[in-house]
């Protein structure tokens, strides 16, 4: 009998796990996939290390700083700051037609690109930064929280076209509703991306999903991969144990599951039907170019630069297609100041991302797929050239993975990366000890999601447990 | 153990779960939150290491007698005076 079963080893769930396997419980993360990391894993592929979804950890700060999600994290999880060893970025960029703004780790950089591009704007925007809701505000009950991010933008912001820019690469970052975004996920997002910014582990993902996974084990915390769980066991309202794939049944005193809101619903024994309309739309395609040159050499030093190529930001599943390449993130994780004793990244690498449609990927026939994946590829790095140098003839190898990918992988519903847009920000389910924690509780990203699966331990799992 | 060796227990605990404040210049009649960034998740953390290492049970509605190091250790005292240090 385990006091508490996580499903689910990404972010969420190996954060909760060391938080419970801290103070003694007897706690199992059962994971289908046969590895770990979930949205953010990594893998090698000719010869190569390739991350799944690390472009940049958001929320950047510097050894020691006190206050923040970075400093909390590294707290509540009993890590040194050398251990995630984050690199800062060079510099970000968000480029529309005809005007960039560049931003980094410090608010005044994107200030004084303001004040020259959008001289109109910087009061408005001095204001908006005043007027963030706090980090405390932040467990969901704040009024302010549901508030349409356009409304308050336009209240403060008068040119539209600045407006579009400061969101695009917030929702790209974090944003899981299509158009709008929630005043109370503007703010977390702003802060992790404008004020506190960008940094990146050498070594990429990895080094941090393997500081998580040794501290879970090596507080005594059993993680069964290859372990799915198929049915949770539900007898008089209450969750009693699980049963994965194989039959084997599995008891426990309470469940913490980052599988979803929906697709947790779905495993219950007492539900017949889940609400799928609630399940997040929006999904990506990742096109992975190796260099045979870094990309500073050719001319680009940013480390993310998000496009878009109207004046209007369009940030939903597309209509029509397999893809929307009107908008992106170019990114190249070769663009960080790495200590000098790293060097620099073996080889050049520009990720970019952009918009795609589940339900379509899903339906093409293989071969269709295949050659897809390859067309798609080619808009996508046609769309993000138009920001950035050409670098088509330096590519010696690619990647590319799509929403089914996705899915099949995590098994989100849609291959959605943020998941429903409606989150459930306390956590709790119908039964009384079934919880949710990751992606649709509330934070997304790789800070977020470890900073929710550490709140919702604490919440559910260790005040009121005895 | 007596209201010094607490004192040391709850700095040993406070160290260990934020390593980066300075403890040395610790005011005792001062609320913690004035003098250390913490924040709730902090102050749980305070009641669940006591309770890791002591098994010292401290209910949610007593939470408010761990605002300064004063206060912690009068609450504590009874709760602690019969464990043995180790
Ligand atoms: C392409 C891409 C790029 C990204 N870029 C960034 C970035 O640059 N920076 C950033 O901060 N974030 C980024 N993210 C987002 C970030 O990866 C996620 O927000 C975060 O990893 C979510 O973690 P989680 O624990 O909530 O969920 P998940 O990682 O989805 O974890 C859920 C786990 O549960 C498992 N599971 C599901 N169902 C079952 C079941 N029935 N039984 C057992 N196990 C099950 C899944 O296999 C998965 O491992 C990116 C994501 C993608 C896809």
């Known amino acids: ?466 | 153990m007596s209201p010094a060796e607490i004192r040391d227990e709850i700095i040993d605990i406070l160290g260990d779960i934020a390593p980066d404040e300075n403890l040395d210049d610790l005011v005792d009649d001062k609320n913690f939150r004035d003098q250390l960034e913490l924040d709730s998740m902090d102050f749980l953390d305070i009641v669940m290491e006591l309770r890791k290492r002591h098994r010292v049970q401290i209910p949610e509605e007593d939470y408010g007698h761990l605002a300064s190091m004063q206060s912690t250790v009068n609450y504590l005292e009874p709760k602690m005076r019969d464990i043995v240090k180790a």
């Open chain 1, 1 to 466: 009998m385990y006091d508490t079963i996580i499903i689910g080893a990404g972010m969420s769930g190996l954060a909760a796990g060391i938080r419970l396997a801290h103070f003694d419980q007897r706690v199992c993360i059962l994971e289908r996939h046969y590895t770990i990391g979930g949205l953010n894993s990594f893998y090698r592929m000719g010869g190569r290390d390739f991350d799944v979804g690390l472009h940049a950890m958001t929320n950047f700060a510097r050894k020691g700083t006190r206050r923040g999600p970075l400093a909390k994290l590294i707290r509540q999880l009993r890590f040194n700051w050398e251990d995630f060893a984050l690199a800062e970025q060079i510099g970000s960029s968000i480029r529309f037609p005809g005007v960039s703004l560049d931003f980094g780790n410090d608010i005044e950089l994107l200030q004084s690109e303001i004040a020259r591009e959008f001289p109109d704007c910087v009061d408005g925007f001095a204001k908006l930064c005043e007027s963030l809701l706090d980090y405390d505000d932040l467990a969901g009950d704040d009024p302010n929280f549901n508030q349409s991010a356009r409304a308050v933008l336009e209240q403060l912001i008068p040119q539209p076209l600045l407006r579009e820019m400061l969101l695009c690469p917030l929702m790209w970052y974090g944003n899981a509703r299509e158009d709008d975004m929630d005043f109370g996920q503007f703010c977390i997002m702003f802060r992790a991306c404008y004020l506190e910014g960008f940094g990146r582990p050498f070594k990429g993902v990895r080094t941090i999903l393997k500081n998580l996974v040794r501290k879970f084990r090596g507080l005594g915390g059993e993680l069964k991969l290859r372990s799915g769980v198929s049915r949770i066991h539900v007898e008089n309202g209450h969750a009693v144990g699980v049963v994965l794939d194989d039959g084997t049944e599995i008891a426990g005193r309470r469940i913490l599951s980052s599988a979803g809101t929906v697709e947790t619903l779905r495993l219950c024994d007492d539900i017949t039907e889940v609400d799928v309309a609630k399940a997040g739309q929006l999904s990506f395609i990742e096109s992975i170019s190796i260099l045979d040159v870094q990309p500073r050499d050719i001319g680009f030093d940013r480390t993310i630069v998000f496009y878009n190529d109207s004046e209007t930001f369009h940030w939903r599943r597309p209509e029509q297609g397999l893809c929307d390449v009107r908008t992106g993130v170019v990114c190249s994780p070769n663009n960080y100041r790495y200590d000098a004793a790293d060097g620099t990244l073996p080889d050049g690498v520009i990720r970019i991302t952009t918009l795609a449609d589940h339900d379509r990927w899903c339906a093409l026939p293989e071969p269709a797929y295949r050659a897809e994946k390859v067309a798609q590829y080619e808009s996508a790095v046609q769309s993000a050239v138009r920001f950035m140098p050409d670098f088509r003839r330096h590519i010696i190898d690619t990647d590319v993975f799509t929403p089914k990918t996705i899915r099949r992988f995590t098994w989100h519903d849609n291959g959605a990366v943020y998941g429903a847009p409606e989150k459930r920000l306390d956590g709790t389910t119908h039964l009384d000890n079934l919880f949710l924690c990751g992606t649709d509780q509330g934070f997304v990203g790789i800070v977020g999601a470890i900073l929710s699966g550490i709140s919702m331990a604490n919440r559910h799992c260790l005040v009121s447990a005895d």
